[in-house]
């Protein structure tokens, strides 16, 4: 009767119930027909232990804090100042593209923010400048995929909360991914400003620097706050969300005043969001504790052990996995199914709990910006009027050279480590 799961997952899926109640549903079907209903009795226990987690709750915070931004008129500040410091050189608009993603990923920490923001207002500025559609498409869904590395990002607090994880070194360390990620963006920018002649900012065109920076200030002060009191010890991840809420409100009245509609939409998609994510914990808690019943992820050593693959064959392999994931699945949903099956094995095989964090953030946030289902391109796409298959293949250049910088990680956990060690946040 085991054979009815695969089959009762499938019709749930197809009738369009949310995947939290299919993931939660297929693991009590499982409980049942592998006559293990003595062990549900415990399943209450097991939902609530996934959720009672103390760094969770700077999830809703960093949420809020992100929206209240959005709304708030940052973007035109950051974008003037990227204009101001990278605009006129060849390309200066992508250029300006990928820096602007930087600064509002230490804002907001969500991809699909930065797509729909820089949407709005990069790409018709790039389209005016002689730019094609789709190369301006590109890049925004390439470099928006630089908000989930860096902090504050949500899925990285996410990824601690499952494995247990300092959330502050996940942000430290994503610093220099997120950075080496941009360069390699502004590397791939250039030659494609070189090869179709890309025009750049005149000097009259370009706000000036001083003013630039001080307009931008209130904006830059948050992700400065957010780290500098991890890394000091004043704040944990927690509190350093909280005190972030109230500095986006302050920021946010600096640029343009919240109005009531705007407070309302900001606390309500917070809610959805958060919501949306902690039914997915509480389903995927329901999975975990079947896993560990059926001692799956000591079926799955055991298959590394036999194929002899090792610490770094088993890496790659994981990799993959997690690639085809993030091509048709949630960055929260795959990560909540696949890294408490596959993680334990792979630190079992030496692998560093915040490194192989990062790598796992990383390559899902590749999934963003993979078709079939990339939903920066959907969302990049939706916002520009531009046909979703033709910003597909525009963005396969970028996509290759995210994949090399992931295989950089892969390789070379230092680029990771050393910040975090450095500063005393991890050994």
């Not at 917070?270 to 994510?277: K, M, R, V």
């Not at 799955?300 to 090792?310: D, N, R």
């Not at 994981?318 to 334990?344: E, T």
Request: charge should be neutral; aromatic fraction near 8%; include cysteine.
């Amino acid at each position: 009767m085991i054979w009815a799961v695969p089959v009762a997952v499938v019709a749930l899926l197809a009738s369009g119930l949310a995947l939290a109640y299919v993931i939660g549903g297929a693991a009590v079907l499982t409980f049942i027909l592998s006559d293990n209903t003595r062990y549900l009795a415990v399943l209450p226990q097991k939902v609530f232990s996934q959720i009672s987690v103390f760094s969770l709750l700077a999830m809703p915070l960093f949420i809020l804090a992100g929206e209240l931004m959005n709304r708030g008129g940052v973007t035109k500040a950051l974008i003037d100042l990227s204009m101001a410091l990278i605009g006129r050189l060849r390309g200066g608009l992508g250029h300006v593209n990928i820096m602007t993603s930087v600064f509002f990923a230490g804002i907001s920490g969500s991809a699909i923010a930065d797509a729909a923001a820089l949407s709005n207002t990069l790409v018709p500025a790039m389209r005016e400048r002689g730019y094609s559609a789709e190369y301006a498409g590109a890049i925004t869904a390439a470099s928006s995929i630089i908000g989930p590395i860096v902090p504050p990002s949500i899925i990285l607090i996410f990824y601690g909360a499952i494995m247990q994880t300092s959330v502050a070194a996940l942000f430290v360390a994503g610093i220099m991914p997120g950075l080496l990620l941009a360069a390699m963006l502004f590397v791939i920018n250039g030659w494609y400003a070189w090869r179709e002649d890309h025009p750049r900012i005149e000097k009259g065109e370009s706000p000036p620097l001083f003013p630039a920076i001080l307009a931008a200030l209130p904006a830059l002060c948050l992700p400065f706050i957010i780290v500098g009191g991890i890394v000091l010890g004043w704040m944990t991840p927690t509190e350093a969300a909280a005190v972030a809420v109230l500095a986006a409100v302050v920021a946010a009245l600096f640029y343009s005043p919240l109005t009531r509609s705007d407070l309302w939409e900001s606390f309500s998609r917070t809610a959805i969001l958060t919501g949306s994510i902690f039914m997915i914990l509480c389903a995927v808690a329901a999975f975990g504790h079947l896993a560990a019943l059926e001692r799956i992820p000591q079926a799955i050593a055991g298959l590394v052990e036999q194929m002899g693959l090792g610490p770094v064959g088993f890496l790659l392999v994981m990799n993959l996995i997690f690639i085809l994931a993030g091509m048709v699945m949630d960055v929260p949903v795959a990560l909540a199914l696949l890294v408490p099956l596959l993680a334990p094995v792979a630190l079992a095989n030496g692998a560093d709990p915040v490194h192989l964090g990062i790598v796992i953030c990383f390559n899902l946030s590749i999934g963003l910006v993979s078709p079939p289902l990339g939903s920066c391109l959907l969302i990049v796409s939706t916002v520009t009027g531009v046909d979703y298959w033709k910003l597909a293949r525009k963005v396969l250049p970028f996509l290759a050279a995210e994949l090399v910088v992931l295989g950089i990680l892969v390789f070379t956990p230092e680029i990771s480590l050393w910040l975090p060690r450095t500063l005393g946040l991890w050994k």
